[in-house]
């Protein structure tokens, strides 16, 4: 025992927990904390109680070694990831020291079976003692190993008993509408003056609401989004490229439209440690309290873009999800358009040799090509034509869509389709009135199934057998789900129906005015007024088939998104018109 070689290991959670994490807190922001510094958290008071332990033995010598690690969860953080630990171990493995000291068990680690196998690995090489239990760390017999567990057991219990506290405090924080710190989403930065706010940082913001404006009114997909951000040299706040990761992240945030949410991502336990990961979108706690100086983004706006991206996804023959290639880019057309060997369309862009010896090129413009061509090849699309100009094939479609209106306005078509809503209405009612009495069939037949099951069990007498009872319950439950959806199919179909006399001259206004509304609208909003009257276009070589079908409730949506963007145009100019106007007032006056 004489001349014992001691070395110290110690480890604090977080930096925020050591005494010079505190100091440096409290210089920063003139703030001291009010809790008290706890002996296992602390470094210079382990190091002390430690230090005092070796004094107090006669036999023990300090090597002046010490391994240390600041701010490593011994819970969060792999054993394998553990630098102060690990070079612990490798010393020990060298017989550098003979003893290691810990101040507790669980400093070694809180991952119960594997820290307790961590420090069963040291024994090969060195002893551990554990000053607050004053005792040695040993492993002999399965009274130690029981005992060893439990204590890392515990451990690791705490852990997670104080990663439970705390995400409840911070959700009930979010609850109540209040930030709880951190890094400020973009566009954001953390208040100067009061704790738990934000404010909103100008520049970030505007990009924040070129993000959404290039996604809702634009229909651009994230990653084209992206793209265009750094072709402007603009940067994310960490000076790194945009991602359709980060623009996803921001067309999430629900801060944006004024309101604060909590646990978008969850700690997952994998293999080598925890990592973050996101949780689904609707699963995170989004506060009840709005903040009118958080918004950035119009609820409607925010609430629109959401809707737009679950258009967006479809099931995938994996189970999962992925992207919808129809319906977005910039053509007018895509979504409608589709190649002669039957697949969709989609838009793209390129440039002509102006030079027969290819060193210059010409303006750039848009194209419509096959998306079976550019993935499989020209052999697998078989089309002689694969690419057709947007400018043409537009103007084509827009054209005739311009010359079917008129004739709608013209002709007793408008009187028709009148005429087949109403009938197509009175057999939505009969519908949906015979889907309500079988709805509320099924719902009687499974309660006095399920009344007369509870008689049989409390041992009363029935005039059906169990097994009889059992196939009237499951045969109630799966009717009552039919006869449930079909009650609501009824019911939306019976909202969007019904085309009055009224309706049908007001119609007759709005498709007067579609081409002027055509101008002035998005590029979003002209591509769902051309769906609502073009069911689909084939092109075969230089042969354009235009497939014309009128959805009403569908058109009627369309032009009204296009008349809330021609009034926020003309209140826009409007406001420029005052503006300068009133420049002119201000010069005039000074200059009087």
Known sequence: MAGLR????????????????????????????????????????????????????????????????????????????????????????????????????????????????????????????????NREFTNNGDADEILNFIEFWSAKKSSMDTKIRVTDMMKLIHKEGYWTGGNPPYGYRNHPEMSN???????????????????????????????????????????REWRSESIRKILRNTVYKGYLSYGKTKTVEGEFGSYQKYTKQGEELVSEKFWPEYEIIQPEIWDKSQKMKQSRVKSNSFGGKAPRRNGTGKGLLVGVLTCECGSSMTYGSQRDWLDSKRTKKGDLYGIYRCLRRLKSGVQVCGSKKGTHKTEKLDNIVIEK?????????????????????????????????????????????????????????????????????????????????????????????????????????????VLADWGSLLEIATTEEKREMIKSIVKQVNVAGEDVTIELHFDVPKFFEAVSCARETAASLEKQRTAQVSSTLQYGNDRGSNSS
């Open 401 to 509: 869509i311009k010359e079917y209106t008129k004739e709608l306005i013209t002709s007793n078509v408008l009187s028709e389709i009148q005429q087949k809503t109403i009938h197509a209405s009175k057999e939505i009612e009969a519908k949906l009135k015979q889907a309500k009495q079988d709805r509320q069939q099924w719902q009687k037949a499974k309660e006095n199934a399920n009344n007369h099951l509870l008689k049989i069990l409390m041992g009363e007498d029935s005039s059906f057998s169990e097994s009889q009872l059992k196939e009237l319950y499951e045969r109630s439950v799966q009717e009552l789900v039919k006869a449930e959806r079909l009650y609501e199919e009824m019911k939306a179909l019976k909202d969007s129906n019904g085309l009055s006399e009224v309706d049908v001259l007001k119609l007759q206004d």
């Open 197 to 239: 706010m934000l404010e909103i940082e100008p520049k970030e913001a505007e990009v924040v609401k070129e993000i959404y404006r290039l996604y809702v009114s634009e229909g651009l997909g994230m990653l084209r989004i992206a793209s265009m951000l750094n072709e402007r040299g603009l940067q994310t706040r960490t000076g």
């Open 6 to 133: 001691v070395a110290l290991f110690m480890r604090a959670s977080t930096n925020k927990q050591t005494t010079q994490g505190k100091m440096k807190s409290a210089s920063r922001t003139g703030k001291v904390s009010a809790r008290p510094v706890s002996d296992e958290n602390d470094l210079p008071l382990q190091k002390k109680k430690c230090m005092e332990y070796i004094e107090a033995q006669p036999d023990w010598k300090f090597t002046e070694l010490e391994y240390v690690e600041a701010g490593v969860s011994g819970f969060h953080t792999h054993t394998s990831k553990r630098t102060g630990l690990n070079q612990a171990f490798e010393d020990a493995k060298k017989g550098l020291f003979d003893i290691l000291l810990v101040y507790k068990l669980d400093r070694i680690g809180r991952r119960s079976t594997e820290s307790l196998n961590h420090a069963i690995r040291f024994l090969r090489h060195c002893r551990i003692w554990v000053v607050d239990k």
